[in-house]
């Protein structure tokens, strides 16, 4: 059922995934920049918001807290899985693997990878910190208007 929450989390957790995704790409070599990670990583933060942040608040302030550090944590998670399926496929049709289990393998060792260009401080600062923001003005929209 839509609520107030709900699409102020979409709404929120969507600009926070754009934001992020513009600091890894500042991050990332030429060649390997994707135009369409920011479009990719909203579009992750829409559904993130919705169906994950959007559901768990009212709890109280602390509580939006956690929840909101949590959503990050998932928008990340999500984040790197797609981009990392994305070049598994990428690969996987140039028959770089020899069969399914070894393409997930290389998923995951590609995720790995990518995480070299998350490690910067400014990435991480605006993951926590703007998690936590959007928790916490999701429960004050929840408490607003409900």
């Known amino acids: 059922m839509p609520t107030a929450a709900k699409l102020v989390a979409a709404i929120l957790t969507a600009a926070l995934g754009y934001g992020v995704a513009t600091l890894i790409v500042e991050h990332l070599p030429e060649q390997d920049r994707l135009n369409w990670m920011r479009e990719t990583s909203a579009i992750l933060g829409v559904l993130v918001g919705w169906r994950f942040l959007g559901k768990r608040v009212g ?8 929840m909101g550090l949590s959503t990050a944590l998932v928008l990340f ?5 797609t981009f990392a399926f994305y070049e598994m496929i990428i690969r996987s049709l140039r028959k770089s693997y020899h069969g399914p289990f070894e393409a997930l393998q290389g998923m995951m060792a590609i995720a790995i990878e990518n995480l070299e260009y998350v490690q910067f401080a400014d990435v991480i600062a605006v993951l926590l910190v703007g998690g936590m923001l959007v928790g916490l003005i999701c429960e004050f929209a929840a408490r607003r208007w409900s």
Do not use: D, N, W, Y
């Open 59 to 66: 709890g109280g302030f602390h509580h939006a807290l956690g």
């Open 77 to 81: 998670v999500s984040g790197m899985m």
